[in-house]
Each structure stands twice: as C-alpha cells, then as structure tokens.
C-alpha cells in the first residue's frame, strides 16, 4: 500500500500559486480572481494581491476592507 499524501498546502503556497497563475480561487472568500497588469483582484470581496517590485527579495502584499 501506498501512503496517503496530506491535501491541505500553506498559506505561503496559496500566495505561490496565485502569483504562478496556478490557482484563481480568491483567500478570503473563494471566488474566481482577476490577473490584470502587477495586480490580482477578487471582484466579490475587493481584495488585493500585489507584488513590492523595489526589494530584492520578492515581497507580497495582501490588502482587504472589511463589508
């Protein structure tokens, strides 16, 4: 018999793969997101995912208003 592989990922390979492109599932309320130019929107729930283009290191930031 073959192990069983655990199916929950990180929050950090959540971010991971919304940046690849890989998931369009929005974090907060699971909704479909929009790729446009730098940044990923969810249109339900208004948040925001952007890249901090002025480091060396890539930095994420993550911005959602409450109602």
């Given at each position: 018999?073959?192990?069983?592989?655990?199916?929950?990922?990180?929050?950090?390979?959540?971010?991971q793969?919304?940046?690849?492109g890989?998931?369009?599932?929005?974090?907060?309320?699971?909704?479909?997101?929009?790729?446009?130019?730098?940044?990923?929107?969810?249109?339900?729930?208004?948040?925001?995912l952007?890249?901090?283009?002025?480091?060396a290191?890539?930095?994420?930031?993550?911005?959602s208003?409450?109602?």
């Amino acid at each position: 018999m073959s192990s069983v592989a655990p199916l929950h990922r990180t929050l950090e390979q959540e971010l991971q793969a919304l940046l690849r492109g890989a998931s369009l599932e929005c974090l907060v309320c699971g909704e479909f997101v929009l790729h446009t130019g730098g940044m990923i929107t969810c249109p339900e729930c208004n948040s925001c995912l952007r890249r901090d283009h002025g480091s060396a290191e890539t930095q994420l930031q993550f911005d959602s208003q409450a109602g």
